[in-house]
């Protein structure tokens, strides 16, 4: 395991990355690896958790961060995660943290210069960025992070003088340049850069950086240059210079992008790189729009100076119908190299020989805008040391030797916005912020399509951004508003399909038929009706050629594949283009590969719905981790393609894959998402009675799931009348379990108790022993307050069943509702090792509504023995969790049981707030009896606060 400091906090276990959890999770692992093997005190680690501000609260909850922490670094037995006198101490060896196997590799005894530049460049290559930089630590961490970054910045100072002592003048400069921009107070930085220049023949550039240092420390801090520096100067000025015959040197490079955003990483990684040793030879590559051509010359034009002996540039119109020939590029550069007048060879091998003999030896950078593809570039190449190279073009260029690849992605949403003010003006971006966020969002963020919306807006000033950004909102017409002049989204992408042979062109077109933007292989190969192999190889053309990107491999080994929204409208303009009856069945087979690998899957998770259907599994077994992940990546997907078969009227395959999803949504908290997908089925199958009664039913089961025990009798009662209309027993008796555990929420306990006598007869008729042992839970439960013997020999009777039938997450669930008898009768202790054991093997198996309820039940026992501190712990971490799944039922009891605690404190005016609170969820769940609790609650609370 390793915790990686230097850049983003992450944790990676296995060489894979793993959730560390939220903000103030990562905060307290970064505060507690940036002391490793020294103790921290929690008021420290209060102060970076919370950013300078820890809440009252702040104690409990650090406690309760530390043991989900130790969970995920204690995986590595050599790392501890410790209290310690009042605070916490990481225990972990120097390998297990970056910055502490840093700060061991700069440290070591000095070596010989050859052997140091191996050292301390295996420790720079530790850092990923600045040190924790994408989490906020406050006041309390900044002297460690100081420490760090003046570490960082003398290691450099120390390889860049072993690497002088090894004689590389010229290959460090142009390093040097970006370090002393990066930290340009440090003096000895700039006198290593003075060195290596004057080592390199670069005497007048030396003397000038000498110069700007001796302003920039007069100006900024009015102080005279270090003696280390004055020393480097002078070293200068007693060298002899002997300087060459003057010849030509071409400045071809076209003017820069005034208004250049963002990249700025990518910018100071192209420097280095094109300054390095050797003949470097560099190729950007992305999308059609991306920003290759700007970038490259943004590049170019800050290294006007390392290349003293010129810039070249030429446009290979590798994106055109018709690209540029190597033989006509060569005869462009041969003459910018040698005048007007200069004779050019004929043959393509001799003007190839003539170029590299010309700019043999000498510091030129040579620019190769919009190349075709590898052949086109080769014979542009020069063969010697001095020269660089740099390639834009959309496809890769792989098989070029030795180079080094840059792949170009869109921008962020802070530098998208950025570059749209800088085109708009920041006036009217700050004036309507919400909009031109919008308008960065429809635009994808590609610099193409964000320059030409900001082009638009700065033709027309008086219009709002408001008004583009809602033409932009219709996906029919946005590739229509995303052109102007010369600039269009939709030209530049089928300029890039015309390289194409017919079968990537056939798989772009097809992939316009699915909303989703990204797909795993066998859907693409599904679309494509061939095997996946070879729908790869068409897929692959497409990544290649920058109209798809290779994303990932999931966690069943699937490659996956991501299109950019703007080109997804592109393909699916394609797609409308295909025949009518292609679409269906290309469509129909990936509806029918999503059915058949949920149905698999289903097999490995619980059953979210109370009486299951046929076919879902009644328990969890080896996998269920894995399914539920799979679930979360393809989510997006499967909802998908339920609205593809409501469009296409197939409701048949609708109903059975929604049916099927049930448990995974209950297993991962389905909330708004489930609802919507489950009443567009209920109301495309209004007319199909049999389709209708299942979809019913599956409401009832969510609304159950999210407390909504209002809308979930509803759905019971429709499903109960439709299975009486058709005479489904079986389904009819479903139903009345559902409405029986809805009395029991409400306290209707005997009209509760009716459905389940009649539910039980109908599975002991039809041996259902599952649905009898699911049918006695409840029938305990309508007994808990007033017959508990009826109650324990239904739990009883119930637990004989599951135990035979083998399901240990109903041996679980039936053991929560035992433990809720014994906190009838006040037998609080006893109901906790009940719940105790309960909730361990529900978190083993992912159940996140389980885990909700049980800490709930666990905090109103605890609050039960006066334990006031930990019930508060348990019910908030239930609370937290309700509101993620969005259960009014769960969130409203809890926030009442919050209210009932605080009074109990005799803090009935802190108790308002959340007994108030708890009223609006209560109504909403439909929970009358707990309702005119939190009332009774409330008005006694608020009699006590007032006498106070």
Known sequence: MQIRLLGPVEVRVGGRAVAAGGPRRLRLLAALALSANHPVSAHRLAECVWDGEPPASAGPNLRGYVAALRKIIEVDPDVRLLAHRGGYQLVAPASAIDAQEFRARVAETPSPPDEAVGRLRSALALWRGEP?????????????????????????????????????????????????????LRERLRALLITALSGAGRQTEALQTYDDARRMLAVELGVEPSAELQAAYQQVLVKDSNPAAPRRVPRQLPADTTDFTG?????????????????????????????????????????????????????????????????????????????????????LDERAALFRERVADRRILIVLDDAADAAQVRPLLPATPGAAVLVTGRARLAELPGVRLVDLDVLSATEAGKLLARIVGADRVAAEPGAAERIVERTGRLPLAVRIAGARLAARPAWPLRLLAERLDDERGRLDELAIGDLDVRASVRLSLTGLTERPRTAFRLLGLLPGREQPAWVLAALLDEPEREAVRALESLVDAHLLRASTVDSEGQLRYQLHDLLWLCAAEEAAGEAEAGRIAAQRRVLDGWIERVEDRAATVPASCLIPRAGVSLDPRPGRACAAEWFSTEKRNLTDAVSIALERGDLVRASRLAGRLDAFWQLTGGGQEWERMQSAVRDATAEVPELRMLADRSLGDMWCERGRIAEAVESFHAALATAHELGEEHEAACAEVGLAFCHSVRKETGRGRERVERALAAFTASGDRHAIAQTLKIKAMLHLDTDQDV??????????????????????????????????????????????????????????????????????????????????????????????????????????????????????????EPLRRSLALLRRAGLDEAHERAHRELLRSTLAAGSA
């Open 132 to 184: 924790c930089e994408d989490v906020r630590l406050g006041p309390a961490a900044e002297p460690l992070l100081t420490e760090l970054s003046d570490l960082h910045a003398l290691a450099v100072e120390e390889l860049a003088r072993a690497r002088l002592a090894l004689g590389e003048h010229g290959e460090l400069a142009g390093e040097l340049r970006a370090w002393v921009a990066r930290y340009p």
């Open 263 to 347: 990249r700025a990483e990518l910018v100071d990684a192209l420097t280095d790189l094109l300054t390095g040793p050797g003949l470097p030879l560099v190729a950007i590559s992305g999308p059609a729009g991306v920003g290759k051509s700007a970038l490259a010359l943004r590049a170019a034009h800050l290294l006007r100076q390392s290349f003293s002996d010129g810039q070249l540039h030429v446009s290979l119109a590798g994106a055109t119908a018709r690209p540029r020939t190597a033989y006509d590029a060569l005869g462009e550069l041969l003459r910018s190299l040698g005048g007007a007048g200069t004779v050019v060879p004929d043959g």
């Open 791 to 912: 109650a324990r020999e239904a739990i009883d009777r119930a637990l004989r069943i599951v135990a035979e039938l083998g399901q240990p997450l109903n041996e679980v669930n039936l053991t929560h509702t035992l433990a809720l008898l014994d906190t009838r009768r006040g037998a609080f202790e006893s109901a906790l090792v009940h719940l105790r054991g309960g909730l361990r093997r529900i978190r083993e198996i992912g159940h996140p509504t389980g885990e909700a309820y049980t800490l709930f039940a666990i905090g109103e026992n605890e609050r039960g023995l006066g334990r006031h501190r930990e019930a508060k712990r348990c019910i908030d971490a239930a609370l937290e969790i309700f509101l993620e799944l969005g259960d009014s039922r769960g969130a409203g009891l809890a926030t009442l049981s919050s209210g009932q605690l605080l009074a109990d404190q005799s803090m009935h005016a802190a108790a308002l």
